[in-house]
């Protein structure tokens, strides 16, 4: 008997983000050789893409550093070269933002900049829970991305800026609006 293929729901994807609250606790953005494919680093630690590649597998059995991998060997030149490199790297490509805007963006997730200011982080653009959310320069840094727990009025995102994974209101980060919002809902 062949198991059916994982429900590609949003909710099984904010469990998954949700399950990993109180077991990544640290933040650790350095480059280290990793798998491939299912390469991660120690769950203890990562970075705001690990969230989303950690709740990807675990919610829907699709391995991002994969998905990514193939699609910038595939197509190298639609990718950011701001890293200098002559050719992907799957230890890392996946867990830069800018890589997978590009991913999702090229897989038509891409929903366009959400209301800007205080207004959309109170919710007033066409949040859903399983969206993710990047910004450019995040609190003044480099490129982040968070994915939405909740939405509605009120809406919540799960991230790791820092402080290991955690779920906050959207609301704290108003003055920092993010800059994409995609929805990606896979048929792979």
Not at 80 to 97: Q, T
Not at 123 to 147: C, E, I, N, Y
Request: net charge positive; with cysteine; aromatic share 8%.
């Amino acid at each position: 008997m062949v198991a059916a293929a994982p429900a590609r729901n949003p909710a099984a994807l904010v469990a998954a983000a949700r399950r990993q609250i109180g077991v990544t606790t640290g933040f650790d953005q350095g480059y280290r050789r990793i798998g491939y494919p299912g390469g991660d680093p120690p769950r203890s630690t990562g970075v705001c893409a690990d969230v989303i590649v950690r709740a990807v597998r675990d919610a829907w059995g699709l391995d991002l550093q994969q998905l990514v991998h193939e699609d910038m060997s595939r197509h190298f030149a639609a990718y950011p070269h701001r890293w200098g490199l002559p050719g992907p790297d799957s230890n890392i490509d996946h867990r830069r933002v800018p890589n997978l805007e590009t991913y999702w963006s090229r897989q038509g997730a891409k929903l366009g900049r959400p209301a800007i200011g205080l207004a959309s982080a109170f919710g007033s653009h066409d949040l859903q829970p399983g969206d993710f959310l990047t910004w450019r320069k995040f609190a003044g840094g480099g490129p982040h991305v968070a994915m939405v727990s909740q939405g509605g009025p009120w809406p919540k995102i799960i991230e790791n800026r820092g402080l290991g994974v955690h779920e906050e209101p959207l609301a704290i980060l108003a003055m920092t609006p993010a800059d994409e919002h995609y929805r990606w809902r896979p048929a792979v």
